[in-house]
Nanobody, 120 residues
Framework: QVQLVESGGDLVQAGGSLSLSCAAS????????MGWYRQAPGKQREMVAR??????EYADSAKGRFTISKDNAKNTVYLQMNSLRPEDTAVYYC???????????????WGQGTQVTVSS
């Protein structure tokens, strides 16, 4: 059974930094993409950043402030967030598209979410 477990959410002042991590565990044969999404109250979930085998993708709101990275050996993805703003306040979800070994099927998996609150 595949699980994504996030950590690192916290309360931080505007202008501060925060680092999120997400570890994928279980019977994993391969990972196509891992990423971070967020959902603020009353808003739709939106992509923040994604990392593929050789490239990254960022939302415009994250460019220049956030950095996504991945440790392939640990199946762990990180999100370093700098210059945080109150509008970054949201629940941040980890996402992975991966190949699980039990049925050898590709699936789209989500973590439980971690709260990031940026105070002004």
């Amino acid at each position: 059974q595949v699980q994504l477990v996030e950590s690192g959410g916290d309360l931080v002042q505007a202008g501060g930094s925060l680092s999120l991590s997400c570890a994928a565990s279980g019977n994993i044969l391969g990972i196509n993409v891992m990423g971070w999404y967020r959902q603020a109250p009353g808003k739709q979930r939106e992509m923040v950043a994604r990392i593929f085998s050789g490239s990254t993708e960022y939302a415009d709101s994250a460019k220049g402030r956030f950095t996504i990275s991945k440790d392939n050996a640990k199946n762990t993805v990180y999100l370093q967030m700098n210059s945080l703003r109150p509008e970054d306040t949201a629940v941040y979800y980890c996402n992975a598209v991966l190949l699980e070994s039990e049925y050898e099927t590709w699936g789209n998996y989500w973590g439980q979410g971690t709260q990031v609150t940026v105070s002004s």
